[in-house]
């Protein structure tokens, strides 16, 4: 098992360039069908990280909900509004070539989202996690880790019906004012 | 850093520049269904930080994958309110820009 733990990095590499790539193919792919499909490329390779860090539940419940659920509705949504533009004759479903060069918006927007990378890179760097992880668990030395990830799944369980409570029972609430709500929009007369 | 050891701050810089795309999705392009994939993926981006901080420092109440699960609810109800508001505007307008949402009742 020791040549295992050797490639657990290149795994690691592996999906966060395949989610980093896939993230950009959705915004710079020109069928937006297409980019639909390449987000779920994306979760995916998320959800494979989140099961490297053991939390399998997570995993399991971003494929189910993000990788389907999500991304199939706005694919869904996208095919229902795909029709030509009456006005400008252009596709509605496709971005025009003005909005993908080199624009003042774009460069604007590039040197904000590099300044938001350098800035959360710097402080990354700059603060001693494993120290502060450390102070942590300084009260759990004895709590054997390894077993403990084997029921990390009960562990969600009974924080989310103990100490979480009140913030599962407004998740409800507000999945089923969503339900209603989107019921009650899309019903509304066209004039 | 080492590279070919993990550490956390190796899965908060990927959070980091996924989340830096989203915000340069966010930013650029004009069709709003490209706008609410970008929200999507700077949600992600939090997950990953909620998730690996649960692992690396606080691995006995693993009270960040709550939380994440709490996030992608949230995002679910995002996209459905999003989508369907989207829809009727699509009704209304045959016009999915950003730019041209500019009055809310016409």
Known sequence: MEYLNKLVPFSFYFLATASVLCSLGMIFNKNLVRAGFTLIGSFVAIAGIYFMLSANFVGVSQILIYAVGIVLVIVFAIMLCSLKDPATQESADEDSDKSQGFS???????????????????????????????????????????????????QIGYLMLNDYILGFELVSVLLLIVLIGVIIISKKEVK | MNIFELSLNHYLILSALLFSIGVYGLCTRNNTFRVLMSIEVILNAININFVAFAHYVDPIFVKGQVFSLFVMAIAAAEAAIGLSLLLIIYKNRVNIKMDSFNSLKW
């Open chain 1, 104 to 154: 003042l918006k774009n460069i604007t927007a590039f040197i904000f989202s590099c300044g938001i990378f350098a800035l959360l890179v710097n402080v990354i760097n700059s603060i001693d996690w494993i120290s502060i992880a450390k102070i942590n668990n300084f009260m759990h030395r004895d709590v054997n880790i390894a077993e403990i990830t084997k029921i990390y799944t009960n």
